[in-house]
């Protein structure tokens, strides 16, 4: 199964197979490739901060109402909210499923407190970080809580395979928009 795949809001793959519930080995795959999905994003995220002077994280465009560091700073804040976001959707719960409009001006408002003073390098650190727990909760998926979810940040319903596979879509996602902001791309 590809990322693209599996990164639908709403797509949710069958756990069942031939008459039973998903194998070991199943799960094992799943694992492994929410696993390599991380590790691309967390070297891709190091890549471009890396490669960035500090007052590149100052740099906006007009109709982008983000920094790059904001970008940076909201994409942060998605791994850290990775493991909570997890444990609801592997109680079949929802996770901060607020209507679009009330939940973009909240965010917005967070990120921008967040992101006031951050160096190039204390984000790095930060999302390196915040990869950790979420690379030790996949270990812990049990093979019939892959498929199990909830609805997520108004967006629709999320299984805990598409949370985890998401993330790497939502920093490819970003950090073409931090190369936007930086003319590296049209």
């Not at 756990?15 to 691309?40: N, P």
């Not at 950790?132 to 940040?153: F, H, K, M, Q, S």
Request: charged share 25%; net charge neutral.
């Amino acid at each position: 199964m590809s990322v693209e795949e599996s990164s639908q809001p709403g797509y949710v793959k069958s756990s069942k197979v031939r008459g039973g519930t998903m194998r070991e080995d199943e799960a094992a795959r799943r694992r492994s490739e929410v696993e390599d999905s991380l590790e691309i994003s967390r070297v891709a995220f190091q890549e471009v901060l890396g490669s960035l002077k500090e007052a590149d994280l100052l740099v906006t465009r007009p109709g982008s109402g983000w920094s790059v560091r904001e970008v940076a700073v909201h994409l942060i804040s998605s791994i850290e909210r990775t493991p909570a976001l997890i444990g609801r959707l592997r109680r079949s719960s929802d996770y901060l499923n607020l209507p679009l409009p009330i939940a973009e001006v909240v965010k917005r408002l967070y990120t921008r407190w967040a992101a006031r003073s951050a160096t190039c390098q204390e984000l790095i650190r930060r999302f390196d970080t915040a990869c950790l727990p979420v690379l030790a909760l996949v270990d812990t998926i049990e093979c019939n809580e892959w498929d199990r979810g909830g609805y997520a940040y108004g967006e629709g319903h999320w299984t805990v395979e598409y949370a985890f596979l998401h993330q790497r879509e939502h920093v490819e996602g970003h950090i073409r928009q931090i190369r936007q902001l930086l003319g590296q791309l049209t």
